[in-house]
């Protein structure tokens, strides 16, 4: 018998060419085809990569809790 729920967080970080919305749903539309039971989706951090002084990629750091199942 357990008193409750076990949740696992990761971070992923997404990128896209036009938006720090669109980074972030790389991360999501990723992670749900390979875990199940994803409960949250956390943005942490948003920056951008430069070439030539103009923003090239917008990036999302995204931490991901899931319910974790043991094997028992």
């Known amino acids: 018998m357990t008193d ?6 990761i971070e992923l970080v997404g990128t896209s060419k036009t938006s720090w919305e669109e980074a972030v749903k790389t991360v999501v539309d990723r992670a749900t085809k390979s875990l199940r039971d994803l409960r949250i989706a956390e ?5 951008v990569r430069l070439e030539n002084g103009k923003i090239a990629e917008y990036r999302a750091k995204v931490r991901l809790s899931f319910k974790y199942e043991d094997d028992s």
């Open 43 to 47: 943005v942490k951090e948003l920056d």
């Open 4 to 9: 409750g729920d076990v949740y696992k967080i």
